[in-house]
């Protein structure tokens, strides 16, 4: 079967896991793209209808080996009618767990056949200057290998006459999943004298953590430390810098900096 119509749906707050399916795009080769970004706060509230004619490729970071619960949420709103998926996670070189096996299930569960995946690197959320965890990753080798992969996608589907034919993809996890172990109540921290009220983080923060009032103010207990606001500052004005994830920080700096490399299932 020929691709005509390919969707990129992706949750991904510093932009990372979008880079890896839009390395796989590039392989793909679609004559027409649609994108369904999941990741402004909005999106919670919206419904997307996909279509039949495509192969769509879902994207996620990964988050404590788990999928990001708004990520669930909102990919909830998506109703496949069979097509064809490729399921993407991108993870801070620790490890993806059982989040490549729940994104799976979840595009099963929504109508979707996904026969293909992959696990690709990204730099992680936590990473600084002084402790840097999977820096500048994924960079020009992983995208190269996300546009190979995405050939050779391409290259399976046109070996499939019909999808009933192609059993959903294996990938590693277990089931039922780990329970998630992303702390709570834990919100980067903001230098007031460094802030110039832009708002470009409120913008961002895709659970509308930061008030709109202020946005010297983040709320912990809403904050799902994707830490986009601190990436993106352009004043650097806001900071990870709780003293678990200075601990964590420091524990993935020492255990886990040999690179990874991507993991891909077809």
């Not at 293909?116 to 500048?136: C, D, K, N």
Request: net charge neutral.
């Amino acid at each position: 079967m020929d691709i005509d119509l390919m969707t990129l749906v992706y949750f991904s707050p510093t932009r990372t896991t979008r880079r890896i399916v839009e390395g796989v795009a590039m392989g793909l080769r679609a004559p027409e793209v649609q994108i369904i970004d999941l990741t402004p706060a909005e999106a919670a509230r919206q419904t997307f209808p996909a279509n039949p004619r495509g192969l769509t490729v879902i994207g996620s970071p990964v988050y404590a080996g788990r999928i990001p619960a708004d990520m669930v949420a909102r990919f909830r709103n998506i109703k496949g009618c069979g097509e064809a998926a490729v399921v993407l996670v991108t993870y801070g070189n620790r490890a993806y767990e059982d989040a490549l096996l729940e994104l799976r299930d979840l595009a099963l569960n929504a109508g979707f056949q996904p026969i293909a995946a992959g696990a690709f690197i990204g730099e992680h959320s936590y990473s600084q200057e002084t402790t840097p965890i999977a820096l500048g990753r994924p960079d020009l080798a992983d995208i190269e290998e996300a546009a190979a992969f995405g050939e050779r996608v391409r290259e399976k589907l046109r070996r499939i006459s019909s999808l009933g034919l192609a059993p959903p993809i294996q990938v590693p996890g277990n089931f039922p999943y780990k329970e998630s172990g992303l702390a709570s109540g834990i919100a980067p921290a903001t230098d007031a004298a460094r802030c110039n009220g832009c708002g470009e983080c409120i913008a961002l923060c895709p659970v509308g953590a930061i008030s709109a009032d202020d946005p010297c103010q983040v709320h912990p207990d809403t904050c799902i430390r994707c830490c986009a606001c601190v990436k993106f500052c352009p004043t650097g004005a806001k900071a990870m810098d709780h003293a678990k994830i200075n601990q964590f920080r420091e524990y993935l700096t020492l255990n886990h900096k040999a690179p990874k490399k991507p993991e891909i299932y077809l």
